[in-house]
């Protein structure tokens, strides 16, 4: 009797998962945007090889399985942020070992992104440790996606909560991407973050779309959720109408000082299952192996790329934590048969660098963030 229960109850569960496969509609066809709880769970239960056989199915529908998109992530200005994000140590709240800077001078941020061309980057994002960008920001901002994007680079940006107004400009100015992750679950939220609701995130990515950017959010896994949280963290990411082009997958980077120091570490293959079930999830999107790679050997990372993970950051400091250095990068995916996006190489390249590096005179571009 113990026996046949087990069987029904597997054959229960290899129902509901292929169920949850066929929510991706795959192929030609639109994704699903209706994932429901005991779906993602039954992806996340299922057998490794099985999930990662289907994850791999999906993504060589939908993608080059030897290419990864390549991006750099730049601080642009760090510390000091108001928020009280439990994992981030650039929290004014926490003490770490953080320096802080203020609002980089715009051409450093020029200088920074041909420097990450030239190694292969064909996105460069930039990042400040804000709660929101205000108004005397935004002229430096927006002259650093301009400059950006006349190297021929993808534009990038995670600054905090946006306003629709903001959204605009920073679309006008030629924006193409807008980082927001969601971190992880409504329910786990408020155990992570109290001085901006999840709803509050949603309202940025709608603000976000409704401008005409497209929309990078993801979440991080390890940080003391459950298993359920992590179910629920990428249905919400699903079921996001059009779902985000690009969905970073991040695994928490412990910080001395901060709340979640001495969390409990992720089991390696649940953040592996985490990449496959985005994979499935959101067959279209570019799914990220984000934070937390510098913790990774190369046979994770190999599983990662497996299950469907296409898009990495690229150097050595990942805003204000360790990344694996460049060379290494171009080591592993030379010996798994990797290639990288590339981008065309203008021979006009350098003048448009130096038209968009005109020394900016205007101190009130350059403002003491901290104070």
């Known amino acids: 009797m113990t026996q046949q229960t087990s069987v029904l109850s597997e054959a229960s569960a290899n129902t509901t998962a292929n169920t949850a496969v066929n929510n991706t509609n795959q192929g030609n066809s639109e994704v699903g945007h209706n994932w429901q709880a005991d779906e993602v769970k039954a992806l996340f239960d299922m057998p490794f090889n ?21 991006s750099t992530l730049l601080s642009i200005k760090t510390g000091a942020c108001p928020e009280d994000c439990k994992y981030c140590s650039q929290s004014a709240r926490y003490k770490t070992d953080i320096e802080k800077e203020r609002l980089m001078a715009v051409s450093k941020v020029l200088e920074a992104a041909q420097a990450a061309k030239d190694q292969g980057s064909t996105r460069f994002c930039m990042g400040a440790g804000w709660r929101n960008p205000k108004a005397r920001d935004m002229p430096s901002v927006l002259e650093m996606v301009k400059g950006v994007k006349a190297l021929g680079l993808e534009t990038c940006m995670t600054l905090g909560m946006l306003s629709v107004e903001q959204a605009d400009e920073l679309q006008g100015a030629g924006l193409d991407y807008y980082n927001h992750n969601l971190d992880t679950s409504p329910e786990h939220y408020n155990q992570i973050i109290t001085t901006r609701t999840f709803q509050d995130r949603l309202d940025t990515l709608s603000n976000v779309r409704s401008s005409g950017m497209k929309v990078c959010s993801g979440g991080i896994v390890g940080l003391g959720e459950e298993s359920k949280d992590r179910a629920s963290l990428l249905a919400q990411l699903a079921n996001l109408s059009p779902q985000p082009e690009s969905v970073p997958i991040n695994m928490l980077v ?12 992720l089991d390696h293959f649940e953040f592996v299952r985490c990449i496959a079930v985005a994979r499935i999830m959101m067959p279209k999107s570019h799914v990220r192996l984000s934070a937390g790679r510098d913790a990774m050997n190369e046979q994770m990372q190999a599983l990662c790329f497996l ?6 950051f690229y150097g050595c400091k990942l805003l204000t934590t360790g990344n694996p250095e460049a060379n290494k990068d171009m080591m ?16 006009a390249d350098e003048a448009k660098l130096n038209t968009a590096m005109v020394d900016q005179k205007n101190s009130e571009l350059f403002y003491n963030a901290v104070n």
């Open 307 to 312: 299950a469907g993970a296409n898009s990495i």
């Open 332 to 347: 592993l995916f030379n010996r798994l048969g990797i290639n990288t996006e590339t981008i065309a190489s203008s021979a």
């Open 254 to 265: 412990k910080i001395e000082g901060t709340p979640l120091a001495d969390v409990a570490d």
């Open 50 to 70: 099985d999930l990662m056989f289907k994850a791999q199915v999906i993504h060589r529908e939908n993608f080059n399985p030897n290419e990864v998109q390549v």
